[in-house]
């Protein structure tokens, strides 16, 4: 009887829904201004994303990156921009020659040099001195003859239009009793006196003269470790990896300098040579000089160092008032005791001193009760320690050198003034500026040592001259380092700000580079130097930009990790409904209906 009923396929659906066990309740269907509703309000959130949120966000985040030569940068750091030269105006005075002879042993004094000299970049450039003709009655007609030998060949060897700098005078003087030639050299001037006998001068005609191989030796040795400094520093710039792609020219000169260093100096004098700058201290425009009184007693608890300064170091602190400027001051400390860490003083029987182990020199000062700050003033400070031992325990010296003073590498020095050798005055409780004069000339030496200036040759203007040649070129080739970082960090680091100030000291840094560059090579070393002080500070100004420094310490992942808590929560519901739109209206076109209606 079941069978025999007949199902309609019409009363399907009704019966389907009327069973609440198999049934499940589907949503009303959308109508179609639902559907283009939704859409328009998900495209709306998108327009505003992309056409208002993306270009606000852009503007607000955009970091700005001032314009920089980066080729030029990176030329001077890799030494294809300037090869720095030294050409150096020595002026030669013969009042007892007739001009021809004169100029004749300077043309042949001239090439026994350039055959001498075996390094290039640093060349010495005769010239004969206006002033110096023949003073000789007979030949006074020499004084005012300008002919065409004078006036023609002669300049060529070295006469200048006056803007050189002159580094020494050679002064020629007969010696009638003088049986070979010899040199002097004035220790407070910059003039070196050669006397020759009167066989001794070259005929005009002759090709070889033993003069001017005298005077062309003697000017080499007065130079030799100038050029060794200068050739150390270029060969130090390039072994630190200062110029990693250096030109063809400037890798010749290298292989010159390096020749030249090599032949020049035995091993020992070259590890001397390396050790003396390395314990010069960096090139600062001002430097602070602490010099310290030091006594294990009460006594002496005063000095006279305020006439002792002015006497015997304020002038040879004004004398490099052109390469950097000084600030001092002085403090006198009792019962200054030994550092811990240093033995105590041995009793040597045969010498009938006290000494100091060597290897205690360098824990001598008592860095925790002695008032020696190492940052006091706007520079560098060089502590210059005078200590005074008990007589109980004097004279006090170091085991082996038996010396009283040594120095301490980027710190200063220290000189032991023993008791019995003080000339002090009736009152012993005062040291006077006599005692002090010897430490003042210890000080004095150590404080040349420190800024670097050589030993020889034994002038101090000589020395002060080529200081100021080497921190010039010390000074060149730091700013073209720090130029060539800046370049490197720029191009590794895309997202860090430049802002104005960095390519305004750039500007200024590379102008006074190319200015310095051009007085080395025009002999005009003052000049360079204040040049190459300009470009070091503008460097290390750009290099060292607060706003940009701070944008190195925040890479990509650090921006990820703030954006992301903030974007995730309204990203992913506007990524996700985008997606279900675009999905459905696939479907909706697969399928032949109408998807969104605009």
């Known amino acids: 009887m079941t069978s025999g009923i007949d199902v309609r396929p019409e009363d399907a659906d009704f019966k389907v829904a009327a069973s609440p066990a198999t049934a499940q309740k589907l949503p009303p269907p959308e109508s179609p201004q639902s559907i283009n509703t939704r859409g328009l309000v998900i495209l709306s959130f998108w327009a505003v994303v992309i056409l208002l949120g993306l270009p606000v966000w852009l503007w607000t985040t955009s970091i700005y990156r001032a314009k920089l030569p980066l080729q030029n940068m990176l030329d001077w750091a890799e030494g294809k921009a300037c090869k720095p030269t030294f050409p150096l105006q020595i002026a030669i005075e013969a009042p007892f020659l007739q001009e021809p002879e004169a100029a004749h042993l300077v043309r042949m004094t001239q090439h026994a040099l350039d055959d001498l000299n075996e390094f290039s970049a640093h060349h010495l450039r005769l010239r004969l001195a206006k002033s110096s003709l023949s003073r000789d009655p007979q030949n006074a007609s020499m004084v005012v003859m300008q002919d065409e030998y004078a006036a023609g060949s002669f300049t060529q060897y070295g006469s200048t239009d006056g803007s050189d700098e002159e580094a020494l005078t050679v002064r020629l003087e007969p010696k009638t009793d003088a049986q070979a030639a010899r040199a002097e050299l004035q220790s407070h001037s910059t003039r070196l006196d050669v006397f020759y006998t009167s066989n001794q001068t070259p005929s005009v005609s002759s090709s070889s003269s033993n003069l001017a191989t005298f005077i062309a030796t003697k000017l080499q040795e007065l130079f030799a470790e100038e050029q060794a400094i200068i050739a150390y520093i270029l060969q130090s710039a390039q072994n630190l990896g200062q110029a990693p792609q250096i030109s063809s020219s400037a890798s010749s000169a290298s292989r010159e300098l390096r020749s030249r260093f090599q032949r020049s100096f035995n091993p020992e004098v070259a590890a001397r040579l390396d050790s003396r700058m390395a314990r010069s201290l960096k090139y600062a425009p001002t430097y602070h000089i602490t010099v310290s009184l030091f006594t294990p007693s009460a006594a002496p608890s005063s000095w006279e160092i305020e006439s002792a300064l002015a006497e015997y170091f304020t002038p040879l602190l004004d004398s490099m008032s052109g390469v950097s400027n000084f600030t001092i001051d002085t403090q006198v400390q009792l019962y200054a005791t030994f550092s811990p860490s240093v033995h105590s003083p041995e009793y040597d029987v045969e010498q009938?001193?006290?000494?100091?182990?060597?290897?205690?020199?360098?824990?001598?000062?008592?860095?925790?009760?002695?008032?020696?700050?190492?940052?006091?003033?706007?520079?560098?400070?060089?502590?210059?320690?005078?200590?005074?031992?008990?007589?109980?325990?004097?004279?006090?010296?170091?085991?082996?050198?038996?010396?009283?003073?040594?120095?301490?590498?980027?710190?200063?020095?220290?000189?032991?003034?023993?008791?019995?050798?003080?000339?002090?005055?009736?009152?012993?409780?005062?040291?006077?500026?006599?005692?002090?004069?010897?430490?003042?000339?210890?000080?004095?030496?150590?404080?040349?040592?420190?800024?670097?200036?050589?030993?020889?040759?034994?002038?101090?203007?000589?020395?002060?001259?080529?200081?100021?040649?080497?921190?010039?070129?010390?000074?060149?080739?730091?700013?073209?380092?720090?130029?060539?970082?800046?370049?490197?960090?720029?191009?590794?680091?895309?997202?860090?700000?430049?802002?104005?100030?960095?390519?305004?000291?750039?500007?200024?840094?590379?102008?006074?580079?190319?200015?310095?560059?051009?007085?080395?090579?025009?002999?005009?070393?003052?000049?360079?130097?204040?040049?190459?002080?300009?470009?070091?500070?503008?460097?290390?100004?750009?290099?060292?930009?607060?706003?940009?420094?701070?944008?190195?310490?925040?890479?990509?992942?650090?921006?990820?990790?703030?954006?992301?808590?903030?974007?995730?929560?309204?990203?992913?519901?506007?990524?996700?409904?985008?997606?279900?739109?675009?999905?459905?209206?696939?479907?909706?076109?697969?399928?032949?209906?109408?998807?969104?209606?605009?």
């Not at 706007?378 to 040594?406: C, D, E, H, I, M």
């Not at 005055?425 to 006599?434: C, D």
């Not at 190319?514 to 090579?521: I, S």
């Open 352 to 598: 009938q001193t006290w000494t100091l182990r060597e290897e205690d020199l360098s824990g001598f000062i008592n860095a925790a009760e002695w008032p020696l700050s190492p940052s006091i003033g706007a520079g560098p400070t060089l502590n210059f320690v005078l200590y005074v031992p008990n007589r109980s325990t004097s004279p006090l010296v170091v085991k082996g050198s038996q010396a009283s003073g040594w120095l301490i590498p980027q710190w200063g020095g220290v000189v032991i003034l023993n008791p019995q050798d003080a000339n002090a005055t009736s009152n012993e409780t005062t040291l006077s500026k006599e005692a002090i004069q010897p430490a003042l000339l210890t000080f004095s030496h150590q404080l040349l040592s420190f800024l670097g200036a050589p030993q020889t040759p034994p002038s101090l203007p000589l020395q002060l001259q080529t200081l100021t040649r080497i921190r010039a070129v010390s000074l060149l080739l730091s700013a073209s380092s720090t130029m060539g970082s800046l370049a490197r960090l720029t191009v590794a680091l895309p997202s860090i700000a430049i802002p104005e100030t960095v390519s305004s000291a750039v500007d200024t840094t590379l102008m006074h580079l190319r200015t310095t560059c051009d007085a080395l090579k025009g002999g005009r070393f003052i000049n360079a130097l204040e040049n190459a002080r300009i470009a070091e500070i503008q460097a290390e100004k750009g290099f060292f930009e607060k706003s940009m420094v701070g944008q190195v310490y925040f890479p990509d992942e650090h921006k990820v990790a703030v954006y992301l808590p903030l974007l995730g929560p309204v990203g992913v519901p506007l990524v996700m409904s985008a997606l279900k739109e675009l999905r459905r209206l696939w479907v909706s076109r697969r399928a032949g209906q109408p998807g969104l209606i605009p």
